[in-house]
Structure formats: structure tokens, C-alpha cells
């Protein structure tokens, strides 16, 4: 029900003051009416010399003519003054009309400024009956009353609002002056028509004028006291109420007071106390009734606030209970996007891999035939291993999107490994893309993992290559010491980045699709011509390296990748020599790894791997396992090759607590994935990815051991 009241508030007050102007009008123009009407009867009473029709109250003084001429035409412009839908004409009719009510009005006042014997009233006068009786004629309150009621009409419509507001003075003025000389007859003093401005004046003419000062005072229902007095709301009917008991109940006390003075009834001292203590009793009750509205009104406000306060809480609950609703709806469809992308993300790996293991089973099946000659078993041996590194690097691009992959950042020069890559991208785009390279002549130095590096400008110049269908130009812009600045919602940053900008004159991206390159396995490319990991594995190594990419791009112009790199000093990397321990080092027949690893089947690979390298081996799934055969026999082992990701301590914490125990052991550690490797690097351990080969472990563990060898102790001199 709240609801379909709502719309009726805004709509209250202007329908209250339309109607107030409807009603302001209608009384205006019924004004007009009466006093056109009271002016044609006079002077066709005249005219037809009907002493009744002159007077039209009995006993009292008749009009003349001239002030019937002036009413006359002051009643016509009031009626085209009052008009609702009034043009532009009929207003300037108006105030023609109402200019020559004041001319007849001037016209009849002049006498009494003016000494002569030519007097406008008499000869009006003898032009339509006979002169005029002596001491009879137009009054000069007659005159002004004429003079201020249509100055009223004349202003009324002046742009200049301190016009309007003299020409409603006037109009007050007029409606003054009738309305006194109207007592002077009610309360039979003389002083109002017998002598002074207001002789001559005859009651049907103070009648007639006041009752057209009112119309004109009501023609421009615009007025704020005439929306007051008329309109429908609070302040109408208590004004309407209040008007006659403030105003004519005074009067009539009064008119009852002369009466009974001079009826002998009272004496005048006494009539005037009388009269004061009923005006007073009057005053208290209309004083104490309106206290009363006031406090009606108040508990009406006060019933109100409440249910406009109950109302609010309502409404209030009820936007809060919206917006609940909105929110949850709003984490659905986030997790249901959560939920397609995902779903995109493992469909694309699902598709990837499974391409991946049809080559390597089909091989396989292959390789079991025992009638298969030696060169197609190489090229089936040549075909797994190669699908194997396609899927490690498939692996690697993932772990990058997801800011997973375990980096080895080194400081290196960017402009060397960019003229190197440049190098090879002739090879990689064709003979029809030119490559253009622009670099600083001084070193930039960067700390990132240089292979991710030159794998991530090879994504951008092969992303570029399939924008310029082979053919346009390719740039490759180097900068050093810029800043980074907002990138998609992303804080700016006042540290120094080198810059690389991969910018294409290909045909552009759609502004609906730029939010969503990044994406894994998003692509616009046709089914077969790319995964769509290429992109993301440049904005995870980016962003894993402390870094971001941005991106522009015009239709039918070309793209610009912008890669921003922490930009680092030439020293910071700089390798420091160890010490070499004292003693003689273990002969290589004497070696000995000890394996960690929670996966017993990876494990026996490994281990299996190992012994075929000739190393001696020894297997345990935990960390603290591996501890207590370290602790158990001291200097067995020549160094550790470690999981990092095991349950109970993991190879990141065994690795840590080895090196304050045995600092002299080198720990190798492998994993596919961790968070921890990819948020702390490697903590300065060496790292074989997952998958590894048996060449890749044997070079790691030649280095290691050959860098930090175990010693026997040196023999003493005795």
C-alpha cells in the first residue's frame, strides 16, 4: 500500500494550488461581472431616467455617470485580465481598458486640483441626462479608488517584480478606500460622506469599487497569500475561518456599539469598555482555538514522524534484505564464472595432454614389438622424449599463468638476451615481418629468470607474427629506469623497471576481448593454430617477477605489448667464490646420495637412475627420516636430492636445517609445483624441475658435488 500511495505526494501541492488559482480566478471574474453589471444598470437608469435603477439601494445617493463609465470599463478589464488561457491580446485589451478607467478617473479628479469651471463629471453628466445637482459629482476617494484598481491591473503582468508589488499596493489601496467609505454609511459617520475626500461618494459606488478591487487583487492567483486564503490544505480553511471572526466580528461589534449609544441604551464610555472586554474574550477564544489546531497539528506530525519512522526501519530492511539478496546473487555468478573458467582452463589441458599421451602411447605400443628395426625405434625413442619436453613446457606455462612456477632469477644484461632473441625471430616470423630493435647504448640490467625472459619475447613476436598474417613490421623497443605506472586497476610504482615494448602492425584487438588475452587457452586464432598459453605465461612471469604487462591496441592499426621488469644494479648478481675446504677430497667410487622422496614409485625411478649413473643410493619418504641417516652416520653421504612437497617437514625446511648442521653437503631439490618455491625462489638452493631426465639430474649432482666435495680430515703431524 506504501508503494502505490508513493507517487501521490510529489502531485499534492501543485494540484492544491491549482486549484487555489482556479478559485482565485473564479471570484475575479465574478467581480467583473457584478461591477460591469452594477455600472450598465446605472447608466441605463440614467439613460432611461429610472431614478431606482441610479441608486439601486433605496434612500442612498445615486452613482454618477462618469463613475459608472469608469467601474464600467474597469469591470470589462478585469474580466479579459482574469482569463485562465488569456492570449497575449486579450491581456493587452486589459490594460487598454483598464488605462482608460484610469484616464476617467484622473479625468474626474482634476477638479479638485485644478481651479476652473469646466468639470469632467458634468459634462459627462449632460451628455447623457442633465447636469449634475449641486454638491454632487465624483469624489476624490472615488477617484483614487478608480485610479489604484486599475494602476493594479496595468502592473500586474510588469517584468520589474517592484512594479507588481506597486501595482498590488495600489489595488489595496483602492479596496482600502471603499471599504471606509462603505463604514461611513454602516456606522452613520458623517466625517466619511458628508465632508472631506470621501463626500459625494455614494455607498453604491463604495460597494461597487470594493468589490472590483477585490477581483483585480485576485486576477493573478499567483500571489502567495492568495494560495494561502483559497488553497485546500492546512492553512486555507483556518485563514477562511479565521478571516471573519478577526475581521467582521469587530465590525459588527462596533455598528452595535455606535447604535446603542445613540439609542440612548449606553453610555459611550461604557459601550467602549464593552466593547474592548468582548473583542478581548473574543481574541482569547480564537487564540485558545487556535492553539488547539496547533496542537491537533502537532499530534498529527507526531503520528506522522512515527510512521514515516516505521516506514524508514521498513525500508531500510527491506534495502538491506535486497541487498543480501544482490550480493549472493552477485558471489553465485562470480563462482559460476569461477566455475566456466575453470572448466575452460581444464578442458584446454585435458585436450593438450591428451594429444600428448596419444603420441607417447602410440609409441610406446610400437616399441613393444619385438620385430621393430632400430631406426624406427629411435624415432619412436626420438618422438616420446620430444612429447615429453612439449608437455613439460605445456606444464611450465601453466605454472606461470598461476604465479607457480619456481624461477631462477640472475641479473643479466636485457639487451644482450633481446639482440640474441632478435637473432633468431628472423627464422620464427618469415622473410616478410622486418624486425626492427631499438636499445639503449648502456647496459639494462634486470633480475629475472633469463629463460623466461626470452621465452616471454618469443610468445609476444609469435603472437605478433599471427596478428600480421606473416607480413608488417615488427618493433622492439628497450628502455631502462621507467616507471610503472597504473596498469588495469593496478597501484603505479616509482621504482626503476626496464621496459620492453613489443609493438605490431597487425590488425588489432576488439575492446571487448582486451580484458580477457590473458586468459589461458583464450584465443581468436582458428582451432590448431594455438593454445592461447602463449600470453599467459607473459603476464605470470611478469607478474611473479614483481613486474606486470600492458597492453594497447588499435583496430586496423596494430598492438603494443609493454613488459615492465625490476630493473637491477650490475653487481647485485655478481657470484662470490666459496672457500675450498681443507683435506682431500672422497674419490668418485666413494659417493653416495641420499634420496627423500614421499612417492615410492618416483622414488625407485630415481634411485634406479642414480645407480645407473654409479652412484650409490639410499631411499626415505620423509625428511626426518633423512635427518636421522645423516645423523646416524656422518660424512656417508656426499650430497641430498630432495622433493620439496612431502607431508611433515618439507625439502625446503630439510634443506634449511642442513645447512646449519652440515653446510659442507650440497642439497639438490625437485618438484613440479609449490607456492613456496614460486613465492621464495629457491632460497639458494639448486633445483631440478619435474620432469627430469637422467642426463639433467647427473649434470646437477656432478656440479654440486664437484663445488662442495666431502673431505676426509687432513692427517696430523704425529
Not at 652440515?662 to 614460486?678: D, F, K, Q, R
Request: a neutral charge; one cysteine or more.
Amino acid at each position: 500500500m506504501a508503494d502505490a500511495e508513493r507517487p501521490s505526494l510529489p502531485e499534492a501541492a501543485p494540484s492544491r494550488s491549482m486549484r487555489a488559482a482556479a478559485r482565485a480566478r473564479w471570484i475575479a471574474r465574478a467581480c467583473g461581472i457584478i461591477g460591469a453589471g452594477v455600472s450598465l444598470i446605472v447608466l441605463a437608469g440614467w439613460w432611461l431616467d429610472v431614478p431606482a435603477m441610479r441608486r439601486l439601494i433605496p434612500g442612498q445617493p445615486p452613482m454618477v455617470v462618469l463613475t459608472a463609465l469608469g467601474t464600467l470599463l474597469l469591470g470589462a478589464a478585469l474580466l479579459f485580465a482574469a482569463r485562465r488561457d488569456g492570449a497575449r491580446v486579450s491581456r493587452r485589451v486589459g490594460r487598454g481598458l483598464a488605462g482608460a478607467a484610469a484616464a476617467t478617473a484622473l479625468g474626474g479628479g482634476l477638479q479638485y486640483a485644478l481651479s476652473g469651471s469646466f468639470r469632467l463629471d458634468d459634462f459627462v453628466q449632460r451628455l447623457v441626462f442633465a447636469p449634475l445637482a449641486p454638491g454632487s459629482g465624483m469624489a476624490l476617494a472615488t477617484a483614487v479608488g478608480l485610479v489604484g484598481a486599475a494602476s493594479g491591473l496595468i502592473l500586474q503582468d510588469a517584468r520589474s517584480r517592484h512594479l507588481r508589488r506597486i501595482g498590488t499596493a495600489a489595488a489595496m489601496l483602492a479596496f482600502v478606500v471603499a471599504a471606509v467609505g462603505g463604514l461611513g454609511y454602516a456606522y452613520g459617520l458623517g466625517a466619511f460622506h458628508q465632508g472631506g475626500p470621501f463626500s459625494r461618494m455614494a455607498l453604491l459606488t463604495a460597494l461597487t469599487l470594493g468589490t472590483l478591487s477585490l477581483g483585480v487583487l485576485l486576477s493573478r492567483p499567483n500571489r502567495p497569500w492568495v494560495a494561502t486564503a483559497l488553497g485546500g490544505g492546512e492553512a486555507g480553511p483556518m485563514t477562511r475561518h479565521l478571516l471573519p471572526a478577526t475581521v467582521v466580528a469587530p465590525l459588527v461589534l462596533g455598528l452595535l456599539q455606535l447604535h446603542a449609544v445613540r439609542a440612548g441604551l449606553l453610555e459611550a464610555e461604557t459601550g467602549t469598555a464593552l466593547l474592548v472586554i468582548v473583542l478581548a474574550l473574543w481574541l482569547a477564544a480564537l487564540t485558545a482555538r487556535l492553539a488547539r489546531n496547533i496542537e491537533r497539528r502537532a499530534v498529527a506530525d507526531r503520528h506522522l514522524r512515527d510512521a514515516l519512522q516505521g516506514m524508514n526501519e521498513t525500508f531500510e530492511r527491506r534495502v538491506e534484505e535486497r541487498t543480501r539478496e544482490l550480493a549472493e546473487a552477485q558471489d553465485a555468478l562470480v563462482q559460476a564464472q569461477k566455475m566456466e573458467a575453470i572448466g575452460q582452463l581444464t578442458g584446454g589441458v585435458a585436450h593438450d595432454f591428451n594429444n600428448l599421451l596419444t603420441i607417447i602411447r602410440s609409441s610406446i605400443d610400437f616399441l613393444r614389438r619385438p620385430e621393430l628395426s632400430a631406426e624406427r625405434r629411435t624415432r619412436y625413442m626420438d618422438a616420446v622424449s620430444d612429447t615429453v619436453e612439449r608437455a613439460a613446457k605445456l606444464t611450465a606455462q601453466l605454472l606461470a599463468f598461476a604465479r607457480r612456477q619456481a624461477l631462477t632469477p640472475e641479473v643479466f644484461d636485457a639487451g644482450e638476451r633481446l639482440a640474441a632473441v632478435a637473432a633468431m625471430l628472423d627464422s620464427l616470423t618469415g622473410a616478410r615481418i622486418r624486425i626492427v630493435t631499438e636499445k639503449p647504448e648502456t647496459p639494462c640490467f634486470v633480475r629475472a629468470d633469463a629463460s623466461q625472459f626470452e621465452t616471454a619475447l618469443v610468445n609476444l613476436a609469435v603472437n605478433a607474427r599471427d596478428a600480421m598474417a606473416g607480413e608488417g613490421t615488427l618493433t622492439i623497443a628497450l628502455t631502462c629506469n621507467r616507471q610503472k605506472p597504473t596498469i588495469r586497476g593496478h597501484a603505479a610504482s616509482a621504482n626503476g623497471f626496464v621496459v620492453v615494448a613489443v609493438t605490431d602492425t597487425g590488425s588489432g584487438i576488439p575492446p571487448e576481448q582486451l580484458g580477457r588475452i590473458f586468459e589461458p587457452f583464450f584465443t581468436t586464432k582458428e582451432v590448431g593454430k594455438g593454445t592461447g598459453l602463449g600470453l599467459s605465461q607473459v603476464i605470470g612471469f611478469a607478474k611473479q617477477s614483481g613486474g606486470d604487462v600492458d597492453v594497447a591496441s588499435v583496430l586496423g592499426r596494430g598492438t603494443s605489448f609493454t613488459l615492465y621488469l625490476p630493473q637491477a644494479d650490475a653487481d647485485e648478481g655478481a657470484a662470490r667464490d666459496a672457500a675450498e675446504p681443507e683435506g682431500v677430497p672422497v674419490e668418485d667410487a666413494d659417493q653416495c646420495i641420499l634420496v627423500v622422496e614421499d612417492n615410492v614409485e618416483i622414488g625407485r625411478f630415481c634411485t634406479q637412475i642414480l645407480h645407473d649413473l654409479g652412484y650409490g643410493t639410499v631411499l626415505t619418504q620423509t625428511a626426518e627420516a633423512a635427518l636421522a641417516e645423516i645423523e646416524a652416520v656422518p660424512f656417508r653421504f656426499d650430497a641430498v636430492f630432495s622433493d620439496v612437497v612431502m607431508p611433515g617437514m618439507g625439502g625446503i625446511e630439510l634443506a634449511k636445517t642442513l645447512r646449519e648442521l652440515h653446510p659442507e653437503m650440497p642439497v639438490i631439490l625437485t618438484s613440479g609445483y609449490s607456492h613456496v618455491l614460486a613465492q621464495d625462489e629457491v632460497h639458494g638452493f639448486e633445483l631440478v624441475r619435474k620432469p627430469y631426465s637422467a642426463e639433467q639430474v647427473g649434470k646437477v649432482l656432478r656440479t654440486a658435488i664437484t663445488r662442495m666435495p666431502k673431505v676426509r680430515a687432513a692427517p696430523s703431524e704425529a
